[in-house]
């Protein structure tokens, strides 16, 4: 599915009335042999299974100037933007109910790695279960790179191309918002013909390794269509 010419930059520059661009840049720094997701905070990523409240801290005391803005869906499955100044290792709860996170920001970047999860107890900053966090920023970095997305109310998800610096990379998805994970497609490259997600699909993208210490990007890039 190709546009060119002046319809290719109205799309690309988001002033298009049905069509807006969709980019997803993920990354994994140390995949080792067997499979992990594409995600900053490695392992396997635990998408919302409800709508719930977010919370949010940082594993460095010093981190109480940055204001973090995260980026998702609400419980109806509008898109929704918050923002929270975070206040070091105390966990506070970031406006809003969430169910899903597509991208988390920070105005500066922390001295810790900044985390977005679901309640749970937390040490020194850090939430104790790795399955309630929903998003990472290491330190240094200001935005995250997570390979996962979950389509908005009222849109269609046309992908249109998923590329790797790695050979085994699969998509797998969820139709709705606490259902079951499935196996999609492994794919590289461009597709002449898009596939189409409806609205609350949640996608990601997984790297099967067969060696330690794998370092992996991928990027997802789609466009959404209003239904």
Same mark, same amino acid.
């Given at each position: 599915?190709?546009? #060119?010419?002046?319809?290719? &930059? +109205?799309?690309?520059?988001?002033? /298009?009335?049905?069509?807006?661009?969709?980019? *997803?840049?993920?990354?994994?720094? !140390? @995949? !080792?042999?067997?499979?992990?997701?594409? @995600? /900053?905070?490695?392992?396997?990523?635990?998408?919302?299974?409800?709508?719930?409240?977010?919370?949010?801290?940082?594993?460095?005391?010093? %981190?109480?100037? #940055?204001?973090?803005?995260? +980026?998702?869906? %609400?419980?109806?499955?509008?898109? #929704?933007?918050?923002? $929270?100044?975070?206040?070091?290792?105390?966990?506070?709860?970031?406006?809003?109910?969430?169910?899903?996170?597509?991208?988390? =920001?920070? =105005?500066?970047?922390?001295?810790?790695? &900044?985390?977005?999860? *679901? /309640? !749970?107890?937390?040490?020194?900053?850090?939430?104790?279960?790795?399955? $309630?966090?929903?998003?990472? *920023?290491?330190?240094?970095? +200001?935005?995250?790179?997570?390979?996962?997305?979950? @389509?908005?109310?009222?849109? /269609?998800?046309?992908?249109?191309?998923?590329?790797?610096?790695?050979? !085994?990379?699969?998509?797998? +998805?969820?139709?709705? *918002?606490?259902?079951?994970?499935?196996?999609?497609?492994?794919? #590289?490259?461009?597709?002449?013909?898009?596939?189409?997600?409806?609205?609350?699909?949640?996608? $990601?993208?997984?790297?099967?390794?067969?060696? %330690?210490?794998?370092?992996?990007?991928?990027?997802?890039?789609?466009?959404?269509? $209003?239904?």
């Amino acid at each position: 599915m190709l546009f #060119q010419g002046e319809k290719a &930059v +109205t799309i690309a520059l988001g002033f /298009d009335s049905v069509f807006t661009p969709v980019y *997803i840049t993920g990354r994994n720094s !140390d @995949v !080792d042999t067997g499979s992990e997701d594409i @995600v /900053d905070a490695g392992g396997l990523y635990t998408p919302m299974s409800t709508a719930a409240a977010v919370h949010c801290s940082s594993s460095a005391v010093a %981190d109480t100037t #940055q204001t973090l803005t995260v +980026t998702g869906l %609400d419980a109806a499955g509008a898109p #929704q933007v918050e923002t $929270k100044l975070l206040e070091g290792r105390t966990e506070v709860v970031v406006p809003g109910t969430w169910s899903a996170i597509n991208s988390c =920001s920070l =105005s500066a970047a922390c001295a810790g790695d &900044v985390y977005v999860y *679901i /309640d !749970d107890t937390v040490t020194n900053g850090v939430p104790d279960t790795s399955t $309630k966090v929903r998003a990472k *920023i290491l330190i240094a970095d +200001t935005v995250t790179h997570m390979a996962v997305y979950t @389509v908005p109310a009222g849109y /269609d998800l046309l992908l249109t191309e998923y590329t790797s610096n790695q050979a !085994d990379v699969q998509l797998w +998805t969820i139709a709705s *918002i606490g259902g079951a994970l499935q196996y999609a497609e492994s794919l #590289q490259g461009r597709r002449l013909m898009p596939r189409a997600f409806p609205a609350g699909t949640f996608l $990601k993208l997984r790297c099967t390794a067969t060696a %330690d210490n794998q370092d992996v990007r991928a990027t997802l890039a789609g466009l959404l269509r $209003k239904a």
